[in-house]
């Protein structure tokens, strides 16, 4: 597996894993959607190829928290 020919795309719900690979005969692409049991900060997935295998790492996104909004007057 060349990480050249993958392509990963992240969202706070899912990692979605693109391969496209050609041969002698012919080529095509394979993906692979996941959905994750919990929301994940998509700017601090990380992705790396050892031995060919693929290693995605991501943190749980923190919990959207409220926060006071002060009002003005015009």
Do not use: W, Y
């Amino acid at each position: 597996m060349e990480p050249k020919a993958i392509d990963i795309e992240a969202t706070p719900d899912a990692i979605l894993v693109k391969d496209v690979h050609t041969c002698e005969f012919r080529s095509g692409s394979l993906f692979r959607a996941v959905q994750l049991p919990k929301k994940i900060d998509p700017d601090k997935v990380k992705a790396e190829v050892k031995n060919g295998m693929l290693l995605l790492t991501a943190d749980i996104a923190e919990p959207s928290r409220a926060r006071k909004v002060s009002v003005k007057t015009a």
